[in-house]
Nanobody, 124 residues
Framework: QVQLVESGGGLVQTGGSLRLSCAAS????????RGWFRQAPGKGRELVAA????????YYTDSVEGRFTISKDSAKNTVYLQMNSLKPEDTAIYYC?????????????????WGQGTRVTVSS
């Protein structure tokens, strides 16, 4: 049974930073893309960042490009999302997820396993 556990969310002021972590267990994640999604109040879930199994390819949605960095520690089965220069519009629940695929998977519909989410609140 796949388990994804997010941590690192919290309350931060505009311009601040947070580092989210997602620890995965329950299977071998060889050949899987790891992704971070977010869902703001009243909005749909969007893919924020993703990293391919090899770590050589990353994806960022336009609104976080240059501010967020996704990385992974394969030995720990953990993926991170470093979030800098945070803005109030980054306020959301952040979820990590995995999708099968050696190459980077950017289609949200292919992400089958999800964590419970961690809340990020950016105050103005």
């Amino acid at each position: 049974q796949v388990q994804l556990v997010e941590s690192g969310g919290g309350l931060v002021q505009t311009g601040g930073s947070l580092r989210l972590s997602c620890a995965a267990s329950g299977r071998t994640f060889t050949g899987y893309t790891r992704g971070w999604f977010r869902q703001a109040p009243g909005k749909g879930r969007e893919l924020v960042a993703a990293i391919s199994w090899s770590g050589s390819t990353t994806y960022y949605t336009d609104s976080v490009e240059g501010r967020f960095t996704i990385s992974k520690d394969s030995a720990k089965n953990t993926v991170y999302l470093q979030m800098n220069s945070l803005k109030p519009e980054d306020t959301a629940i952040y979820y990590c997820a995995v999708a099968p695929g050696v190459g980077l998977v950017a289609d949200p519909r292919k992400y089958a396993d999800w964590g419970q989410g961690t809340r990020v609140t950016v105050s103005s």
